[in-house]
């Protein structure tokens, strides 16, 4: 009787387990369900117009914004490691922009230096799909070796602009850059949001997808109300307008110079003292970018207001800066204070920490989609510029700049977008 009474518990026990095993195969099956029906299509699916593009790519968050037609009603994001078969979604926000859709979802909480695959959804359909669509986080660490690549003057009517061929070279680089500046001037002819697709999205959609890019507004950009077109196109950190990020051990400045005069000159410059000074010391390189030159030997003015700033640059350890509005490329040697230059220095390719002490270089990359093909470079006609020693190497092709930091060593490549040559190149070694 003991022995049966043991074999009828042990049959209760394996009962009990045997429901327990079911009760978690439904429990598991009802949360993979829940997890999963924010992408049934419970809605009509909306028209892609334009392929998604990567903002403010952090250690640890990044914004992905997509366009579609009107008939978006709800979007998100599935994302996934590379390899790994679990993924998280991410529910994103709708914004209205001229009878269509932005779509935009934050994805926060990732982990630095990081690839991710990911495709988006629009009203629960997947709109995007493939190998092709990932990111990378960017660096947490300061001694982490990375690229970018900088051009200005890009979106033009497709018959008029190259902008597809600097693309092009872009996404075909054996080294993906980790993002990219754009130097004002994003879209002609008067930065209106109704000519960025078919202007700059369509040629640069390759590029966009998997890097961000972080423009700045020319001249062209203000045409038409920028708070109406280009901040509606970009989500870029503070005001949009002039901002600062760090990535590994690299302070970047983004400025306004609008027509020349400036946004906000007053307020601006208060903010890019108060920058430089918060990144005195802490970082091995700062770069300022913006659309308008200083001096030149272009076909364009020296303006003025961008002069005014060279002592704030030279003073507060400045390396590069970085412009576009003249649609060509200028490599002008290193400038002090005064925006006065070493013309006696022969070697223009390589430079120590003493040769760019209280000194900086400029560059004009305004070749990016346009090329002035009623101009011809040289800086010894008295018609371009006052003193044409102050130019270290020009060269009018359609172009961008690749730059490579590797701790302490800065490498510059000016890369002809057409053949994909190097046709300048520098380094800055510093201690």
Not at 80 to 96: E, F, M, N, Y
Not at 134 to 159: E, M, P, R
Not at 235 to 262: C, K, M, Q, V, W
Request: charged share 20%; with cysteine.
């Amino acid at each position: 009787m003991k022995k049966y009474n043991v074999f009828l518990f042990s049959i209760l026990i394996m009962m009990l387990y045997s429901c327990l095993a079911i009760l978690l195969f439904i429990s598991c099956k009802s949360a993979e369900k829940n997890s999963s029906v924010v992408e049934k299509s419970t809605e009509v699916k909306a028209t892609l117009i334009r392929q998604p593009y990567l903002q403010i790519v952090r250690s640890n968050t990044v914004t992905i914004t997509w366009k579609t037609d009107v008939n978006a009603k709800n979007c998100h994001v599935r994302f996934s490691r590379a390899r790994d078969r679990k993924g998280r979604i991410v529910q994103g926000t709708l914004v209205q922009h001229e009878g269509n859709s932005f779509n935009e979802v934050v994805i926060n909480n990732l982990e630095p230096n990081t690839k991710y695959q990911y495709q988006i959804y629009t009203n629960g359909h997947p709109l995007t799909q493939g190998v092709g669509y990932y990111f990378i986080t960017a660096t947490n660490t300061k001694n982490a070796a990375f690229s970018f690549y900088a051009l200005g003057d890009i979106g033009a009517k497709q018959n008029q602009s190259f902008a597809k061929a600097s693309a092009n070279t872009i996404h075909n680089l054996t080294e993906k850059p980790d993002f990219g500046l754009g130097l004002g001037d994003i879209v002609y002819p008067k930065g209106e949001s109704k000519n960025y697709d078919m202007h700059l999205f369509e040629p640069f959609q390759e590029v966009f997808k998997n890097t961000p890019f972080y423009p700045v507004a020319g001249n062209h950009d203000w045409l038409t109300a920028p708070d109406l077109n280009f901040e509606k196109e970009w989500s870029l950190p503070g005001n949009e307008h002039y901002y600062s990020f760090a990535y590994a051990n690299a302070f970047f400045i983004g400025l306004d110079s609008r027509d020349g005069t400036f946004y906000e000159i007053e307020k601006q410059t208060t903010w890019l003292k108060n920058e430089l000074q918060k990144a005195k010391g802490k970082y091995d390189w700062i770069i300022v970018y913006l659309h308008h030159n200083g001096k030149t030997c272009t076909y364009k003015k020296d303006y003025e207001h961008v002069i005014a700033l060279y002592e704030i640059f030279a003073k507060n350890d400045v390396d590069l800066v970085l412009n576009g509005h003249a649609h060509t490329f200028e490599r002008l040697k290193p400038y002090d204070a005064n925006g006065t230059v070493d013309a006696s220095r022969k070697n223009q390719n390589t430079y120590t920490s003493a040769d760019l002490r209280d000194k900086f270089i400029s560059i004009t990359l305004g070749a990016g989609g346009k090329l002035n093909k009623k101009w011809k470079p040289n800086p010894e006609n008295d018609s371009n510029c006052n003193d044409g020693t102050i130019v270290a190497h020009f060269e009018h092709v359609p172009s961008f700049g690749l730059f490579k930091i590797a701790n302490k060593t800065l490498t510059f490549q000016g890369i002809n977008s057409l053949t994909g040559t190097t046709f300048d190149t520098f380094t800055i070694q510093k201690e």
